[in-house]
C-alpha cells in the first residue's frame, strides 16, 4: 500500500534523546548507567511515570511515587529532578524533514507526556524552547498527548487513533519513535515503523520509505 501519512513521537525525535540528560544526571549522582530508564522499566504500565502520562497523578504525587520506586531500587531520587531532564534541544533536520512530508503526506504526532511538567505540550525547560515547540507542533495535521487523552504509548489503542484522526489505514502510514516498545505495537498494526537512534539514520530510513530526499 502507497504511503499515506507520517507518524511522529515528538521527545528524542524532534529533540535530543532525555537519556542523554538522564545519563548526565546519572554521572553527577553517583548512580549506575541507565538507573533511571531502569525505574521506568518495572511495572511499565502501572508505575509512576506511566500514571503521570495518563494524568492520572499530579506532579507531586510523581515526585513521591518515583522516590519511592528508585528507593527500593537502591538508590533515592525524587521524581521532581527527572522532570528537568525532559526537556532537549530541538533537532533542524528534523523539522525540515517533517515540512518536507507535510508537503507530500498526512502529518501526525503521538507523544507520551505529562501535565504541568516545563513549559507547552514539549515539556521545554524555557519560554523560548516552548515557542520553538509550539511551531513545531502547528505543523502537524492531528496532535495526540497522552496526558490528555487518557492513553499512552504503547497501548495500540492511541496508533489507532491517530489513523482515524488522519482517515489512513495503518498500512499506509510510517511511524517514528526513539523507543522500540512503542515501535512494536505501531508495526504489529500494519505500520512501517522506525526506531530513532540519531538524526542521521532516521533520516535515512525515512527518505527510503517515503521516496523523499532529505
Known amino acids: 500500500m502507497a504511503i499515506e501519512a507520517v507518524i511522529w513521537d ?14 548526565r544526571y546519572e554521572a553527577r549522582n553517583a548512580l549506575p548507567t ?20 495518563r494524568a492520572e497523578i499530579d506532579a507531586a504525587a510523581f515526585d513521591a511515587l518515583f522516590l519511592e520506586e528508585s528507593t527500593r531500587l537502591g538508590h533515592a531520587v525524587p521524581g521532581a529532578d527527572v522532570l528537568p531532564l525532559l526537556s532537549g534541544e ?7 524533514a517533517l515540512k518536507a512530508c507535510k508537503a507530500r503526506f498526512k502529518v501526525g ?13 514539549g515539556m521545554a525547560s524555557s519560554p523560548e524552547k516552548a ?16 496526558s490528555k ?3 499512552r504509548k504503547p497501548d495500540p489503542r492511541i496508533y489507532r487513533m491517530m ?23 505501531a508495526a504489529a498494526l500494519g505500520m512501517t515503523a522506525i526506531k530513532v537512534s540519531s538524526e542521521e539514520q532516521a533520516l535515512a530510513e525515512l527518505a527510503a520509505a517515503t521516496g523523499l530526499a532529505f
Request: hydrophobic share 45%.
Open 34 to 53: 541507565d538507573f533511571l530508564r531502569g525505574v521506568n522499566a518495572v511495572d511499565p504500565n502501572t508505575n509512576a511515570w506511566a500514571r503521570f502520562e
Open 90 to 96: 530541538v533537532r533542524p533536520g528534523m523539522v525540515a
Open 163 to 185: 489513523c482515524d484522526l488522519l482517515d489512513v489505514a495503518p498500512e499506509a502510514c510510517v511511524y517514528l519513535d526513539d523507543l522500540g516498545v512503542n515501535c512494536k505495537p
Open 131 to 146: 515557542a520553538a515547540v509550539a511551531g513545531i507542533l502547528s505543523l502537524f495535521d492531528a496532535l495526540i498527548e497522552s
Open 109 to 121: 504526532c503521538i507523544t507520551n507526556n505529562v501535565p504541568g511538567a516545563g513549559h507547552g505540550t
Open 149 to 151: 487523552a487518557g492513553v
Open 10 to 23: 515528538f521527545g528524542g525525535v524532534f529533540t535530543t534523546s532525555p537519556f542523554e540528560a538522564f545519563r
